[in-house]
C-alpha cells in the first residue's frame, strides 16, 4: 500500500532536490520580532514558496515540483510571495513572541515548475542569535564545550532522541540499524594541537552507560561502541519490553521457559523483541528492532593521535536515557595523561497539545454500503483545510470511523534532529494497520506501549496534553499530559509508566468513571486564546447553560433530530423530562465539579481561565453518561501557517429544521458567542455516524502538529528534568 505521507502529507520521500538555482536570504530570527525572507533569481511574476523545517535532509514532495522534494524536513510553508520584474521576492512576517532561542531552524526557497522547479540552498539559522551564512552545520550538541587543562575540547552535554523511525524504509526501527542516519546527535572532540609535544600518542573513548541504550558511532562506519548488555551487539540480553502479565519476562526468557523463538513471538503473539538476543532465531540480536552495521562493537576504542577533529555520533534506543563518553588522552604506554566526560542525554516523548501549529489532519473516510456514508462530517472539514487533510479510507481499515482512539501524535526532538512519533494504542482495531502503512518511516517514528486486552480508558480520545501551565511556580512549558480512569481502571500500566518516566509533562489523572465511554474529550478540551494572560482558555461543558438556554426557548420548538435520536420533539419535551433534569444536576454536583476542582488544581487555572459552552448528557448504559446534545466541547482545533485558525465542533442541531442555518440554533449561537475572535468556527454533522454512536468530532479526528519549543534550551523543562 503506497504511504499516505507519501502523497498528501509529505514526509516520507523519494528523492530530494539539487539546490542551486535561486539565492535566499534570511534575517535573524528573533523572537517577537520581523523575519524577511529574500530570494533573487527567480522569474518576474512567479510564485516563490518560501518554507522551513528543523532538519536539512529530504522533505515534502508536493506534486507541483514534479518529482522533486524539498531539502528542509519537516516542511512547513512558511509564506509565499510574487518575484517582481528583477526576479526579486521577498516577504516578511512576524516571529511569535513564544519562540524559544537556541532553536536551530533549516529555510530553504523554491519556484515550482514542476520537474523543471527552481531550489535555493538551505540557510540555518539559530533563533536569537546572528544568523550565520556557512550552510547547514552537523554538530548538534546543544551546549556549551569544556577545554581541559591539556587543551583538548569537548562538548559538556550532547542532546539526542530516541532512534525510532525508519529512514531506510525497510520496516524496522533505525537503532544500529543505518549507519548515515539523520537521527543521531553528530558532536565532535577537537583534540589539543599541542598534544604531540605533550606525549600524546593516543586518545581513548570509552562509552559508560549502564541502561545499553547508548550507541557511539566513532568516524562513521569505522567504529561503533557499545557497552556490555547492549541490544544489538553483545552475546547479553538487553530486550526492550517487558512482557512478565503475559507469561514470561520478555522474549529471551520465553526462549529458555517455553521454547518459543523471537519470531514467532512477534508474528503470533505480537511481542517486540526489540533489543533482544533471540537466541532460539540464532542469536539474531534484536528482534523486529534490531540491526547490523559498522564493525563488531565494544566499549571502548583507542584511536592514534591526531590533530584532526573526532567526529561522533550519539544514538539512542530509548528516551530519557542518560550515559557518558569518557575522553582520556594517552601516552605511549597507556598511561592516562588527561581525562574529561561527555554527558549523554536522549530526549523526551512529548505529546501535543491544541496551541501548537496544526500541519495535517485526517479522518477515515466512509463511500457507502454497509458501513454507510460520512461525507456529511469529512466535507466541511476537508473543504477547509485543502491540501493539508487526507481520507484515510474505511473500507482499507474496516470502516473504523474513530481515528483519535487508535493513535496520538508525539514528537521527539534534539538539537539539529526532528521526529514526528505515532503512539499507537492496545486498542487493535481497524485501524490498527494505519501507522505501519501509512505513517512509520523517514522522521516520523512509532511505538507500542502494553498489548493484550484493551478497555475504553486505552482509547486515545482519553489521553490528552494541556498548554504549557505554570502550577504554584512550577512551569510546565510543554503542558501536563492527563487521562481518565474508574479507580485503578485505567490507560494501560506500561504506558502510564512510559508517560510519567518522560517526567516533563507531569501526567495526573480524572475522574470519568461516569461515563458510558470514559474518555476525557467528552467534556473539557482548550483552545488558544490571544487575549487571555495564559494565551488560552478551558472549554467546559456546561449543564446549567444549557438549561439556561432551553428555558429561554419556546417549548413549541420542534427538534427533528432529537425526536428520531434521543425521544424528545420539542424542547418542550427536552426541558420538561425531569429526570433527566435531575440526573445532568447529580453529574454536574457530583463529578464535574469535583473534576473541574482537580483540573484547577492540577493545571493551576481559575474560573477566570474557563469558557463554558452549554452540554448535557443523558444515560447511555445503565447510569452510564453520553452527551445529549452533541458535545461541543469534544472539538479540534487547527492552527496551519499563514491561515486563519479553525475549531471544528459538533452542530448541536437544537433548531426546528437541519438544514437552517446555525445562527438560528441557539446552542450553536453561544458556542459562536464564547469563542475568541481569532478563530472560525465551523460546525460538522457528525450526528449519524458519530454521535448516535457516542463520539463527536474530535474522536474522528487527528492531527499532526509542529513542536517548535526546544526542550534542551528551556530552563523550566530542564529543571523537570533534572538536568
Known amino acids: 500500500m503506497q504511504k499516505l505521507v507519501a502523497t498528501t502529507l509529505g514526509l516520507l520521500f523519494a528523492h530530494s532536490a539539487f539546490a542551486d538555482d535561486l539565492s535566499l536570504d534570511v534575517s535573524d530570527v528573533l523572537a517577537g520580532e520581523t523575519l524577511t525572507v529574500t530570494v533573487s533569481g527567480a522569474a518576474a511574476s512567479e510564485t516563490i514558496y518560501f518554507t522551513r523545517g528543523f532538519t536539512a535532509g529530504t522533505g515534502a514532495c508536493p506534486d507541483i515540483l514534479g518529482g522533486d522534494c524539498m531539502s528542509v524536513t519537516p516542511t512547513r510553508l512558511l509564506v509565499t510571495s510574487t518575484a517582481d520584474s528583477d526576479g526579486v521576492a521577498t516577504a516578511s512576517l512576524t516571529v511569535p513572541s513564544a519562540v524559544p532561542d537556541g532553536v536551530t531552524v533549516y529555510f530553504q526557497a523554491v519556484a515550482a515548475r514542476g520537474a523543471d522547479s527552481a531550489f535555493s540552498d538551505v540557510e540555518m539559522r539559530v533563533t536569537g542569535e546572528v544568523s550565520t551564512t556557512g550552510g547547514p552545520t552537523t554538530t548538534t550538541t546543544g551546549g556549551p564545550t569544556t577545554t581541559g587543562p591539556s587543551g583538548l575540547v569537548v562538548p559538556e552535554t550532547v542532546y539526542g532522541t530516541a532512534n525510532r523511525d525508519d529512514d531506510d524504509s525497510d520496516g524496522t526501527f533505525d537503532w544500529l540499524d543505518v549507519i548515515a542516519d539523520n537521527d543521531q546527535a553528530a558532536f565532535t572532540i577537537n583534540p589539543d594541537a599541542a598534544g604531540a609535544t605533550r606525549g600524546v600518542a593516543y586518545h581513548r573513548l570509552t562509552l559508560d552507560d549502564a541502561s545499553g541504550k547508548t550507541a557511539i558511532w566513532v568516524n562513521g562506519a569505522s567504529e561503533r561502541l557499545l557497552t556490555p548488555g547492549s541490544s544489538g551487539g553483545s552475546s547479553a540480553s538487553e530486550c526492550v519490553y517487558d512482557f512478565s502479565d503475559y507469561g514470561s519476562e520478555s522474549c529471551d526468557t520465553a526462549w529458555d521457559e517455553f521454547g518459543i523463538d523471537c519470531a514467532t513471538l512477534e508474528s503470533t503473539y505480537s511481542w517486540d523483541c526489540t533489543g533482544c538476543v533471540c537466541p532460539g532465531d540464532g542469536g539474531s540480536s534484536g528482534g523486529s528492532g534490531g540491526g547490523s552495521g559498522g564493525a563488531e562493537p565494544a566499549s571502548s576504542v583507542t584511536l592514534p593521535f591526531s590533530t584532526d577533529a573526532i567526529d561522533l555520533g550519539a544514538e539512542f534506543s530509548d528516551w530519557r536515557v542518560t550515559s557518558a563518553l569518557i575522553v582520556e588522552e594517552l601516552d605511549a604506554s597507556g598511561a592516562t595523561l588527561s581525562e574529561q566526560t561527555i554527558r549523554l542525554v536522549s530526549a523526551p516523548l512529548i505529546l501535543n497539545h491544541h496551541l501548537q501549529e496544526a500541519s495535517f489532519v485526517v479522518a477515515t473516510e466512509l463511500s457507502g454500503g454497509w458501513a454507510g456514508d460520512n461525507s456529511e462530517f469529512t466535507t ?344
Not at 483552545?527 to 417549548?555: C, Q, T
Open 380 to 723: 466541511p472539514i476537508a473543504d477547509a483545510l485543502g491540501s493539508s487533510y487526507g481520507g484515510v479510507p474505511g473500507a482499507s481499515y474496516g470502516s473504523d470511523v474513530w481515528i483519535q482512539d487508535e493513535f496520538e501524535f508525539a514528537t521527539s526532538n534534539a538539537p539539529g534532529i526532528y521526529q514526528d512519533f505515532i503512539i499507537d494504542s492496545i486498542r487493535d482495531r481497524g485501524l490498527d494497520p494505519w501507522a505501519e502503512n501509512a505513517v512509520f518511516g523517514p522522521d516520523f517514528g512509532m511505538g507500542v506501549w502494553g498489548s493484550g486486552w484493551a478497555s475504553s480508558f486505552d482509547s486515545f480520545g482519553n489521553l490528552e496534553a494541556s498548554p504549557p501551565v505554570t502550577v504554584d511556580g512550577v512551569e510546565y512549558p510543554f503542558g501536563r499530559v492527563y487521562w481518565g480512569e474508574n479507580g485503578s481502571d485505567g490507560p494501560t500500566v506500561a504506558l502510564q509508566s512510559f508517560l510519567e518516566a518522560q517526567e516533563i509533562q507531569a501526567p495526573f489523572n480524572i475522574n470519568t468513571s461516569w461515563l458510558a465511554v470514559g474518555h476525557v474529550d467528552e467534556f473539557v478540551s482548550f483552545i488558544p486564546d490571544a487575549s487571555s494572560a495564559k494565551g488560552f482558555k478551558m472549554v467546559w461543558s456546561d449543564i446549567d447553560m444549557a438549561y439556561e438556554i432551553l428555558d429561554g426557548m419556546s417549548g413549541s420548538t420542534s427538534i427533528p433530530r432529537y425526536g428520531s435520536g434521543h425521544g424528545y420533539s420539542t424542547v418542550a419535551a427536552l426541558r420538561g423530562d425531569s429526570a433527566l433534569r435531575s440526573y445532568n444536576e447529580d453529574i454536574r454536583d457530583v463529578y464535574l465539579a469535583p473534576i473541574k476542582a482537580v483540573l484547577f488544581e492540577k493545571l493551576g487555572l481559575t474560573e477566570a481561565d474557563v469558557i463554558n459552552i452549554p452540554g448535557m448528557f443523558e444515560e447511555a448504559y445503565g447510569p452510564y453518561g453520553a452527551a445529549l446534545v452533541p458535545g461541543m466541547a469534544n472539538l479540534v482545533v487547527v492552527d496551519l501557517p499563514g491561515e486563519p485558525s479553525r475549531i471544528f465542533t459538533a452542530d448541536p442541531f437544537m433548531r426546528s429544521s437541519a438544514s437552517a442555518s446555525t445562527a438560528t440554533d441557539p446552542f450553536a449561537t453561544a458556542f459562536v458567542d464564547a469563542m475568541p475572535a481569532e478563530h472560525e468556527v465551523i460546525f460538522v454533522d457528525d450526528w449519524n455516524d458519530y454521535h448516535l454512536l457516542l463520539g463527536e468530532v474530535h474522536c474522528g479526528t487527528n492531527v499532526i502538529r509542529n513542536q517548535p519549543n526546544a526542550w534542551w534550551a528551556d530552563e523550566a523543562a530542564l529543571s523537570l528534568l533534572g538536568e
